[in-house]
């Protein structure tokens, strides 16, 4: 699994105005990193410099202790499954959505998927005879289900690096709950980082980084970090 390193990085979006300052901090293999802080701290930030949307200005971001600015967007996409805030889905079934852009899936891979995101039951309820090509749409689907469509998604591309960008925090609180168990399970065996507001929904990371204005402010485990207030 490959590790994720920030080391010194610049960034800005306007010349005038820099987000990211020396930001350092390293995801080890297999890891699961949680990045919290307040809202414009430069947490997505931090994940579209790893979709290589943009470049930083100084400083280095490797992937397993490669350079991305010698990686194509390409294969960096095809090495990540995010799981956005907010997942738009197509007013199509739920097999469609999870399957969508995932050329070769099969259907029974599909289903796997599915009742690893814990949504396998829209598809196990429908009436015998009909498959995952028809079915509950998911235009109809809540927050948190078209959240499990997201973490289905992902599980099927089984990408070694996992992101959630804030994946839970548009949900209520029981929903969170429910859904933070489901990306425990995809985080498994995988190189993951969690952009989230609140240390409460980032218990199961194996380090936190609490970023302010673009800069660690702290470093450590949820338990140590509760203990420093
Ligand atoms: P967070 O995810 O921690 O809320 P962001 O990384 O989204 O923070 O944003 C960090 C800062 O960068 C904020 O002040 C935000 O206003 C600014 N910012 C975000 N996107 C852009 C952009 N495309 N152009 C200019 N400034 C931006
Ligand atoms: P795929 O590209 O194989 O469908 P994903 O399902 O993980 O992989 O979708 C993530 C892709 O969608 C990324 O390549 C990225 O370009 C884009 N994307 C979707 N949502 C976001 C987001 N919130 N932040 C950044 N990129 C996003």
Same mark, same amino acid.
């Given at each position: +699994?490959?590790?994720?390193?920030?080391?010194?990085?610049?960034?800005?979006?306007?010349?005038?105005?820099? #987000? +990211?300052?020396? @930001?350092?901090? $390293?995801?080890?293999?297999?890891?699961?990193?949680?990045?919290? /802080?307040?809202? /414009?701290?430069?947490?997505?930030?931090?994940?579209?410099? @790893?979709?290589?949307?943009?470049?930083?200005? !100084? /400083?280095? &971001? @490797?992937?397993?202790?490669?350079?991305?600015?010698?990686?194509?967007?390409?294969? @960096?996409?095809?090495?990540?499954?995010?799981?956005?805030?907010?997942?738009?889905? %197509?007013?199509?079934? #739920?097999?469609?959505?999870?399957?969508? *852009?995932?050329? /070769?899936?099969?259907?029974?891979? #599909?289903?796997?998927?599915?009742?690893?995101?814990?949504? *396998?039951?829209?598809?196990?309820?429908?009436? $015998?005879?009909?498959?995952?090509?028809?079915?509950?749409?998911?235009?109809?689907?809540? *927050? *948190?289900? $078209?959240?499990?469509?997201?973490?289905?998604?992902?599980?099927?591309?089984?990408?070694?690096?996992? &992101? %959630?960008?804030?994946?839970?925090?548009?949900?209520?609180?029981?929903?969170?709950?429910? &859904?933070?168990?489901?990306?425990?399970? +995809?985080?498994?065996?995988?190189?993951?980082?969690?952009?989230?507001?609140?240390?409460?929904?980032?218990?199961?990371?194996?380090?936190?980084?609490? +970023?302010?204005? !673009?800069?660690?402010?702290?470093?450590?485990?949820?338990?140590?970090?509760?203990?420093? !207030?």
């Amino acid at each position: +699994l490959p590790s994720v390193e920030f080391q010194d990085v610049n960034f800005g979006y306007d010349a005038d105005r820099q #987000i +990211l300052h020396k @930001l350092s901090f $390293k995801v080890e293999p297999g890891q699961t990193l949680a990045l919290v /802080g307040p809202s /414009g701290a430069g947490k997505s930030t931090i994940a579209r410099l @790893l979709f290589r949307f943009y470049d930083p200005q !100084g /400083g280095r &971001i @490797l992937v397993g202790g490669q350079d991305i600015s010698q990686v194509t967007q390409g294969s @960096l996409r095809a090495a990540m499954g995010i799981v956005p805030q907010d997942t738009v889905l %197509f007013n199509d079934t #739920i097999g469609y959505n999870i399957g969508y *852009g995932r050329e /070769g899936a099969t259907q029974e891979e #599909i289903v796997r998927a599915a009742h690893g995101a814990a949504i *396998g039951t829209f598809i196990e309820s429908l009436p $015998k005879g009909y498959d995952t090509e028809v079915g509950e749409r998911g235009l109809k689907l809540s *927050g *948190g289900e $078209k959240q499990r469509v997201a973490i289905a998604r992902t599980l099927l591309k089984n990408p070694p690096l996992a &992101i %959630f960008d804030e994946a839970t925090s548009a949900l209520d609180s029981a929903t969170e709950a429910e &859904i933070l168990g489901t990306l425990g399970t +995809l985080a498994q065996g995988r190189t993951t980082l969690v952009i989230a507001h609140r240390l409460s929904t980032v218990t199961h990371a194996d380090t936190i980084i609490v +970023l302010e204005k !673009g800069c660690v402010a702290e470093q450590g485990s949820h338990r140590e970090l509760l203990r420093k !207030g």
